[in-house]
């Protein structure tokens, strides 16, 4: 096949359990007219016996081995050999709905200005997933029109990673994954959404997520909390919404709260106003800025931009409920940030 509309971007390590099932739920696709880039990324156990045989049978499987040098130096030598207008990721140790692929380039077929579609998810496990998992999944799934991901980009990232299709000609123009000591996927989202980009997700549940003990979101430092964090803050404080000559309130004036913005405050990002309702703080000063009640909101001239950020479980819709109420509008007058 010389001319494929799809690139299925498959970053392969150490696999072999894995990759049988997911390569078989590719070659089940209802869409049949696209290539699969596997990158083994120096596989000690069988993953490139596995590949070299898959290959020897379809064609479509192009295998790239390579010496270990982790999955974001693997995702770009495997992006750069892509050559349909489409890349969809795939991970090694996950399973395609048949229909994934006819659906999410049907979607971008007919939706020229969006440079990304995604899809709901399941997760598929041995073990039930914790609330922490299924409040995340929850949310992410409803995620779906570009709108609701731009206003929720800076709470998590709303799509899980092997379940995007992009335009290969939009990530080019971008320069593709960057390596930096934070996750690669959710830089990538945020990168698009600074460059005007825009993505959406498919209401359909197209990916089956495997978790597992050794799975990366668990055990690589640039996938922990305080990872995502920093690129989070990277991205925010250039934000042109925070870069006018509104007022800036942060719904949130806890030790962690302030913790976790530092490093929007480093950037030369300050807040005109802390917003909480513990009753010990309400007009306090915490580093010289003004405690406000809620209530306030209603109130203040002119009408700050809002960054709600306590993260403490059913602490978000509440905040949203009271900044509705006092007629803030999600992305226009407020964020919730994670």
């Known amino acids: 096949m010389t001319n494929p509309s799809i690139s299925i971007l498959l970053p392969v390590f150490n696999a ?65 050999r892509c050559s349909g207008r489409y890349i969809a990721r795939m991970d090694a140790d996950d399973r395609m709905a048949p229909q994934r692929l006819e ?90 959404n600074a460059a005007g980009m825009q993505m959406a997700k498919l209401p359909e549940t197209l990916l089956f997520w495997r978790d597992h003990p050794d799975r990366l979101t668990r055990n690589d430092p640039r996938l922990s909390a305080d990872a995502f ?41 300050r807040p005109a106003y802390w917003i909480d309702i513990a009753t010990h703080k309400i007009g306090t000063r915490i580093d010289g800025i003004e405690v406000l009640a809620p209530p306030r909101l209603a109130q203040l001239t002119p009408t700050p931009f809002v960054l709600a950020a306590v993260r403490s479980h059913g602490a978000r819709a509440l905040i949203e409920t009271r900044l509705q109420t006092y007629g803030y509008r999600r992305g226009i007058d407020y964020l919730p940030v994670g």
């Open 16 to 80: 072999a359990i894995t990759l049988p099932e997911a390569l078989d739920s590719i070659l089940a696709q209802t869409f049949s007219n696209f290539e699969v880039i596997a990158i083994d990324d120096g596989s000690s156990d069988l993953s490139a016996n596995i590949l070299r045989r898959a290959a020897a049978t379809d064609p479509r499987i192009k295998p790239v081995f390579r010496d270990h040098a982790g999955l974001v130096a693997a995702l770009e030598a495997g992006r750069r």
């Open 229 to 269: 964090n920093r690129v989070r803050m990277h991205y925010l404080a250039a934000d042109s919404r925070l870069n006018s000559d509104r007022p800036i309130a942060i719904w949130g004036a806890g030790r962690k709260t302030r913790k976790r913005f530092r490093r929007l405050f480093e950037a030369g990002i």
């Open 103 to 192: 659906q999410q380039a049907a979607f971008l077929d007919t939706h020229p200005d969006i440079d990304l579609v995604a899809s709901q998810v399941e997760m598929i496990a041995d073990v039930p997933p914790g609330e922490g998992w299924r409040h995340y999944l929850e949310w992410q799934n409803a995620c779906l029109t570009p709108r609701q991901i731009a206003d929720n980009l800076y709470w998590e990232a709303p799509f899980v990673h092997p379940s995007v299709m992009f335009r290969r000609a939009a990530i080019e123009s971008i320069g593709g994954y960057r390596q930096g000591d934070f996750p690669e996927d959710y830089e990538l989202w945020l990168r698009m």
